[in-house]
C-alpha cells in the first residue's frame, strides 16, 4: 500500500512510519520540514512540503495526524487560531486535494480526541454519546472530525480516531511529569476525581492499523484501554512505577491562575470506553495501567 500521512513526524505519526515500514508499505509524509522526514520516520520515507508533490501517484489510505499541540501553552487568541488553523483548515486543504484525484484513497483516518466529549464528569462515554460539556477543546474536535466526514462525499471510506492520553517514552504529556515526579513534586491535579482515559502507544497503533485494514469500520473510535483511571489513580501508580512519593497536589486555583482557560484540559475528564473497538474485534495489549507504566518507565 501507498500511504500517505499528515503529522508524520509527531508521536503517533513516527511510531506509524516504523510499523508500517516493518510491513513493507510505501510511506509519504506531507510536512511544512520535508527535508526532516526522512531523519525522523525513516530513509525509506518520502517527504513532501506540497500534496501537488504526489502529482497523480496512486495512494491508498490517508493518515490525518495533523495539529499543533494543543496544551503546549495557554490559548490566547493568536495560539487559538493556529490550533484551529492547524487542524480543521489543514484538513480543507487535504480534502480539496482529494477531490482532485483521478484515484482516490479507500480510506481515510482523521485525528480527534477524547475532547471531543468535554468534561464527562461521572458519564460513561461511548461512541454513541454526545458531547457532554461545550469548551474550546471539544469545539475544534468537533470542526476537525465534521471536516473530516466530508470525505464520505467523495466516495472514500472515513474513521474518526478519538484518541485519550498516550503513553510512551519518546515524548507525549508522560515526558512532561517525568522531571517534578522524579523530584518528588508529582501528585494529584485538583481535586484528584476526574477521569483520564489513557492507552499505551502500541496500542494506538495496532488500532490505526486494525482500522485501516477493517473495511467495515467507520466513524468515530474512542481509542483508549478499556480501564480509565481516576486521576489520583494515575498520580499514585505513576509514583511507583517511578519509586517515588505522588503526594504533592496542584491545587485548582493555581491552575486557574497559570493557564487560564487550558486549564479545563487538566482538570476536566472523561470516562471513555473503547465499545466499538471492542465489538469490532480488536485486542487491546495493555489494559492494566501499571503494566502499560511499567513498560513504557522501562524504557524511559
Given at each position: 500500500m501507498h500511504i500517505l500521512l499528515t503529522g508524520g513526524t509527531g508521536l503517533i505519526g513516527r511510531q506509524l512510519c516504523r510499523h508500517w515500514l516493518a510491513q513493507g508499505h510505501r510511506l509519504s509524509v506531507w510536512s511544512r520540514r520535508p527535508e526532516q522526514v526522512a531523519k525522523l520516520c525513516g530513509a525509506q520515507v518520502k517527504g513532501v512540503a506540497t500534496l501537488e508533490e504526489l502529482g497523480q501517484e496512486p495512494v491508498d489510505a490517508v493518515i490525518n495526524l495533523a495539529g499543533a499541540p494543543i496544551a503546549d501553552r495557554p490559548w490566547t487568541r493568536k495560539r487559538k487560531a493556529v490550533l484551529w488553523s492547524s487542524r480543521i483548515s489543514l484538513t480543507e486543504t487535504l480534502l480539496a486535494w482529494l477531490e482532485t484525484r483521478g484515484q482516490r484513497p479507500s480510506?481515510?483516518?482523521?485525528?480527534?480526541?477524547?475532547?471531543?466529549?468535554?468534561d464527562g464528569g461521572e458519564r460513561e462515554l461511548t461512541e454513541e454519546s454526545p458531547p457532554v460539556s461545550e469548551d474550546f477543546a471539544s469545539?475544534?474536535?468537533?470542526?476537525?472530525?465534521?471536516?473530516?466526514?466530508?470525505?464520505q462525499a467523495l466516495g472514500i471510506r472515513v474513521v474518526l480516531v478519538r484518541t485519550g492520553l498516550v503513553l510512551a517514552a519518546e515524548g507525549g504529556f508522560l515526558s512532561r511529569l517525568l522531571l517534578p515526579f522524579k523530584l518528588a513534586l508529582g501528585g494529584p491535579i485538583g481535586n484528584g476525581r476526574q477521569w483520564m482515559p489513557w492507552i499505551h502507544i502500541n496500542d494506538q497503533i495496532a488500532l490505526i492499523d486494525f482500522l485501516v485494514h477493517e473495511n467495515g469500520a467507520s466513524g468515530p473510535y474512542n481509542a483508549c484501554a478499556p480501564h480509565p483511571v481516576r486521576n489520583a489513580e494515575f498520580a499514585q501508580t505513576l509514583g511507583r512505577v517511578l519509586h517515588r512519593p505522588a503526594f504533592m497536589p496542584m491545587p485548582t486555583f493555581v491552575l486557574r491562575v497559570l493557564l487560564g482557560e487550558m486549564s479545563g484540559l487538566l482538570l476536566g475528564g472523561q470516562r471513555a470506553m473503547p465499545e466499538k473497538l471492542l465489538a469490532a474485534g480488536f485486542t487491546f495489549q495493555f489494559t492494566d495501567l501499571?503494566?502499560?507504566?511499567?513498560d513504557v518507565a522501562a524504557r524511559l
Open positions: 480510506v481515510l483516518v482523521s485525528g480527534s480526541a477524547v475532547g471531543w466529549y468535554g469545539h475544534v474536535c468537533i470542526a476537525w472530525e465534521e471536516t473530516a466526514q466530508r470525505a501499571r503494566a502499560a507504566l511499567d
